[in-house]
């Protein structure tokens, strides 16, 4: 991890510490201290996990990236839902896969663009990507129709949990898929190299982009320099637990003071949702995304963009709508209009882009300008 992200590990201290001396009575410092907390929680936990593939293997990593690398997305959704925030739970993971697509990979479209010019990616791995965001949308959009047909609100949520259970079932084979496509590539490199528009990698490049297929997003951009031997897996294993403990309690911290924040601020808990829990919850992501452009890596930057936006439609999502069934308010996978309109937009804009395998500045300008748009928009929502 950067340096400055062990700094900030501060904050998962005091949040709490202010909740214990203060109370409830100064919602907005919890707020913010709990918000900053979760950007190094959740780049510690990302941290964990691939030191532990080192030991499990790819197969066990892979499982172990899927259910710990939306670990903040997942836990303040699953607060949120004990808190009857249904609007914000939605709001959050239409944002995590908006921000992940028009902010991250454009912000490292249009970084990468700037000092590279012309970067190249796999037109194939993308493609993929395209189709499995596409299907993620198609599993939002389908209830959304069906609400013109059925009134019955149990009948939708029976719908809800069906189409749940469909998209959880394919994000297994998805993964299974990567797993699969791993040992090819590393039995018969020359596999991999046919669908890629540059040059043939070199060995460090291959093996970095090995462990990127193995898993779907969580990367920490430094193996890129130097790989190292990560510590003992009861260390990590304790790093692991500590940090989830600390995103939990910190989780919910920020869940409880979100009501009083908007109500200080005029601000609609669906901004909060949209804009500023995706941002907290992904942002050591998104740094690695730009980091890795930054290097002329822009392949990388289009696996953590994609992968993540991945996971959380087709984990997250269905994840939430099932355990929301232990609570008295229920998830559905019935989303507003305005956010199945971004979000298929997104869709489509990065099907567009990895159409030819090459990127450059300026079509990350137009993906920031998008996501710039909304949040505008997002923001005049009233509350």
Not at 25 to 32: G, K, P, Y
Not at 124 to 143: K, N, T, W
Not at 178 to 191: A, Q, Y
Request: include cysteine; proline fraction near 6%.
């Amino acid at each position: 991890m950067p340096r400055w992200i062990y700094y900030l590990l501060l904050m998962a201290i005091v949040a709490p510490l202010i909740s214990l001396i203060w109370g409830e009575q100064q919602e907005m410092a919890i707020f913010i201290c709990a918000a900053i907390s979760l950007v190094p929680l959740a780049a510690l936990i990302g941290r964990a996990t691939e030191d532990l593939e080192y030991y499990v293997g790819p197969v066990a990593g892979g499982l172990l990236n899927a259910t710990f690398g939306n670990a903040p997305e997942m836990i303040i959704g699953i607060f949120a839902l004990h808190a009857g925030l249904i609007s914000v739970v939605k709001a959050s993971i239409a944002g995590s896969i908006i921000s992940n697509v028009l902010l991250v990979l454009g912000s490292s479209l249009m970084i990468g663009g700037w000092r590279w010019g012309k970067q190249y990616f796999s037109a194939h791995d993308a493609g993929q990507y395209s189709a499995m965001m596409i299907l993620a949308v198609a599993s939002l959009l389908i209830p959304l129709t069906a609400t013109l047909l059925i009134r019955d609100e149990q009948r939708i949520q029976s719908l809800s949990v069906a189409v749940a259970v469909v998209i959880l079932i394919v994000y297994v084979m998805y993964l299974a898929a990567h797993v699969f496509h791993l040992r090819s590539s590393r039995r018969n490199p020359e596999l991999r190299r046919k669908h890629v528009s540059s040059p043939p990698p070199s060995p460090e490049e291959e093996a970095e982009e090995a462990e990127v297929a193995a898993v779907t997003g969580n990367v920490d951009p430094h193996k890129v320099e130097a790989p190292a031997t990560p510590p003992k897996p009861w260390l990590i294993i304790l790093v692991l637990l500590v940090a989830t403990i600390g995103t939990a309690w910190n989780s919910q911290l920020l869940v409880g003071a979100i009501k009083p924040v908007t109500a200080q601020l005029g601000w609609s808990e669906v901004f909060i949702g949209l804009v500023l829990i995706p941002i907290i919850g992904n942002a050591a992501e998104h740094s690695s995304a730009i980091y890795a452009a930054y290097k002329d890596r822009i392949d990388l930057s289009m696996a953590i963009a994609a992968g993540s936006s991945i996971q959380v439609a087709t984990l997250v999502a269905p994840l939430l709508v099932l355990i929301s069934l232990f609570f008295p308010t229920h998830l559905n996978m019935v989303f507003p209009p305005l956010e199945l309109a971004i979000l298929g937009l997104a869709a489509i804009l990065f099907a567009f882009i990895s159409l030819d395998g090459e990127s450059s500045w300026f079509p990350g300008i137009q993906l920031v300008a998008i996501y710039i748009i909304s949040c505008i928009v997002f923001f005049f929502i009233p509350g």
